[in-house]
């Protein structure tokens, strides 16, 4: 699979420290979690699995009956022309929008009528297609935000200011930290997170998505608005956090960063799964190809002859 290239001047000083801070704080100790790949023979276990799901807003139905489910330590994707019905999984796997039928599991645990909180806490962090910053609040500050569901100090704890309030605050500031060194923003950790380019913000969402210490990380289209450097840049980091065993569904309108990082796709059309399997075989679909491109008009193949019989009809020599 080839990696991406790339890297702008923007973010070229950043790129030294990142390739120094290489482990994520994790809620095992500080030590990056492992995805071994299982014996030949043992059965896939999933660490996400939807199953029937459904969603219906009137007549509009951008989830019919939709099924697949997701491995753990690689990167997947969720790909399918505008109003797929992309957005939509991904509310409700994050809690957002409930589903009006089928199952979704997070490691054998049903979460279709759980809150966003808890489901954040079960190990699930996502990011969003349009930035929910604090633009006031420094980078740090942001990150911050981000471990507030690991914290287990109580409001009136916090309010007095006791030891193991203090010894909280310490420990979410060293992670927000290292978070941040992960992903080559320590320097720019006191600046308002409104100040910075868009690119770097786009970053300071997915640190603060990782200050959650998340086993699956969801990602609405986090290229949105990137340039070329950036993107290529943003499938680095992907590829980064994939390798400290952080599972990863993208939903991404970028094939090329889809095709380059992606383990696995899956392909939606007007609410359905049309298709699902490596990069290369979804690229090959007939299905996806349909979806993207539309149906062949049968004026362009001999004599109106459908796409499907243009081979056989110019075979018989017509």
């Known amino acids: 699979m080839r990696r991406l290239r790339g890297g702008s001047t923007a973010t070229r000083g950043l790129q030294a420290e990142t390739a120094g801070a290489s482990v994520l704080p994790m809620r095992n100790g500080g030590a990056s979690m492992s995805s071994p790949l299982a014996?030949?023979?043992?059965?896939?276990?999933?660490?996400?699995?939807?199953?029937?799901?459904?969603?219906?807003y009137g007549g509009v139905r951008p989830a019919q009956d939709v099924s697949f489910f997701l491995t753990a330590g690689r990167i997947h994707a969720l790909i399918g022309p505008n109003g797929a019905g992309k957005t939509t999984m991904i509310n409700m796997l994050s809690g957002i929008v409930r589903p009006d039928a089928g199952r979704l599991l997070f490691r054998g645990q049903p979460m279709q009528r759980l809150p966003p909180h808890t489901i954040c806490r079960l190990g699930i962090a996502r990011t969003f297609q349009n930035l929910r910053l604090f633009r006031d609040l420094s980078v740090l500050d942001n990150v911050l935000l981000g471990r507030h569901g690991r914290m287990?100090?109580?409001?009136?704890?916090?309010?007095?200011?006791l030891p193991v309030a203090r010894r909280e605050e310490r420990l979410a500031r060293e992670r927000a930290v290292a978070v941040l060194g992960f992903v080559g923003m320590s320097q720019l950790a006191e600046l308002p997170a409104g100040s910075l380019p868009y690119g770097l913000q786009r970053r300071v969402e997915l640190a603060r998505a990782l200050a959650t210490e998340p086993e699956l990380l969801l990602l609405d289209e986090p290229a949105a608005g990137l340039n070329p450097q950036e993107t290529a840049e943003l499938?680095?980091?992907?590829l980064r956090i994939r390798d400290q065993g952080i599972t990863i569904l993208l939903v991404e309108h970028h094939m090329d960063l889809v095709m380059a990082i992606s383990d696995h796709v899956v392909v939606l059309d007007y609410g359905e799964k049309i298709a699902e399997g490596s990069p290369a075989g979804v690229q090959a679909d007939p299905r996806v190809l349909e979806a993207y491109l539309g149906a062949p008009d049968p004026e362009d193949t001999p004599d109106g002859v459908p796409d499907g019989a243009a081979a056989q009809h110019a075979a018989a020599g017509g």
């Open 152 to 161: 287990r100090n109580g409001f009136l704890v916090s309010l007095l200011g």
């Open 235 to 238: 499938g680095q980091l992907l």
């Open 39 to 56: 014996p030949p023979g043992t059965p896939i276990q999933p660490l996400l699995l939807a199953e029937g799901v459904s969603k219906a």
